[in-house]
């Protein structure tokens, strides 16, 4: 889970827009989304995400809603974990999402979250501050 931590310009405090749903898809609260074709959807792992759901929603196949999203700016400061193993990782290098569009891992190749700062080891399941940039 994406949680927003700080801001690098002082603002404490995040702003809410509102989007189309894909259809038949499952969103939870903290998990980087992107647009595509108009309507959210999951991050991939090297896809720079563009906001963060602020709630829980399941889409039907028809019908669906608009939900609530947090704008990912480049100033700021996210919290998450790491989903594997993330200890030969260093402040400052660019990781991948991993598969839930909810924590990082620890590749290096076409990464798209900076390590800002390690709360931890790096071991599997500890946090950490990410930025999107």
């Known amino acids: 889970m994406f949680k927003f931590d700080h801001s690098l310009m ?3 405090f995040q702003t809410f827009e509102s989007y189309k749903t894909t259809e038949s898809e499952v969103y939870t609260h903290g998990t ?3 647009l595509s074709a108009g309507k959210l959807t999951k991050a991939g792992a090297t896809d720079k ?3 963060i759901s602020a709630e829980n929603y399941t889409a039907p196949a028809v019908s669906t809603k608009e939900i609530s999203v947090y704008p990912i ?3 700021h400061v996210f919290e998450t974990e790491f989903s594997a193993d993330g200890t030969a990782i260093h402040e400052g290098e660019v990781v991948t999402l991993d598969a839930t569009g909810a924590g ?3 590749t290096k190749t076409n990464g798209v979250a900076t390590i ?3 709360l931890g080891t790096g071991a599997a399941g500890s946090k950490v501050l990410v930025r999107f940039i």
Do not use: D
């Open 73 to 75: 700016m480049a100033s």
């Open 32 to 34: 980087a989304l992107k």
């Open 10 to 12: 002082g603002e404490n």
């Open 104 to 106: 990082v891992t620890a």
């Open 116 to 118: 800002y700062k390690k």
């Open 49 to 51: 995400p563009q906001f």
